[in-house]
């Protein structure tokens, strides 16, 4: 990809359907850095972020992670792209019958809604994976974002990509939110993103 204008990164943000217009998904997958590139790049994906979910302690850091595992979500457009097309993704992404031991990679799949859970149920099934699974299946309590530097980190390492956002004034939160910066993420990770066309 040529060369990246701010002004086409400002106008694919604001056509991109509002977080209140997607559903959101939301998978813990070893170390967050390269799922949530992988699933940015996909359509229909419309933004991502990484943080930490599925345990107890309060306002989890990188440093003071407590019991909670590296997730990332995503917020996805449901007429480009299904729950179970991202749950395939999910799964053909680890083993699900391996079990992590180390808490902070543990591979998880939080639901977040009944919906959610009748769909993970029959796809579980369709799939013969058991229950007792290595993979966890947890409803979502609280999703806590990390730390600015992790989020697309890929796009971080990409003076070239990255220059644009800068350019347009997009602050810490912004960048994180961004749809387009979701996709530059995927590219910059080595990912294939279509017809993203952001010169």
């Not at 992988?38 to 979910?53: H, N, P, Q, S």
């Not at 991202?86 to 998880?108: C, E, G, I, M």
């Not at 806590?144 to 350019?167: C, I, V, W």
Request: some cysteine.
């Amino acid at each position: 990809m040529s060369t990246i204008e701010s002004s086409k990164v400002r106008e694919y943000d604001e056509k991109a359907p509002s977080r209140e217009a997607t559903d959101t998904a939301t998978f813990a997958l070893g170390c967050f850095w390269g799922p949530d590139a992988k699933f940015g790049a996909l359509d229909g994906v419309v933004r991502t972020r990484v943080g930490y979910a599925g345990g107890k302690k309060d306002d989890p850091t990188y440093h003071h992670l407590g019991d909670h595992s590296e997730t990332f979500q995503v917020d996805y457009n449901t007429q480009e792209v299904s729950y179970e097309e991202l749950l395939d993704l999910a799964f053909d992404s680890h083993n699900p019958n391996r079990k992590v031991r180390k808490t902070q990679y543990q591979n998880v799949i939080f639901v977040s809604d009944a919906q959610q859970r009748e769909v993970l149920k029959s796809y579980l099934s369709e799939r013969g994976l058991a229950p007792d699974m290595g993979t966890r299946v947890e409803k979502l309590s609280t999703f806590y974002p990390a730390e600015d530097y992790h989020q697309k980190h890929s796009l971080r390492a990409r003076d070239d990509l990255l220059m644009p956002f800068t350019q347009s004034g997009y602050d810490e939160k912004q960048l994180r939110e961004s749809p387009a910066a979701a996709k530059l993420n995927g590219l910059a990770s080595g990912h294939d993103i279509g017809d993203v066309d952001l010169r």
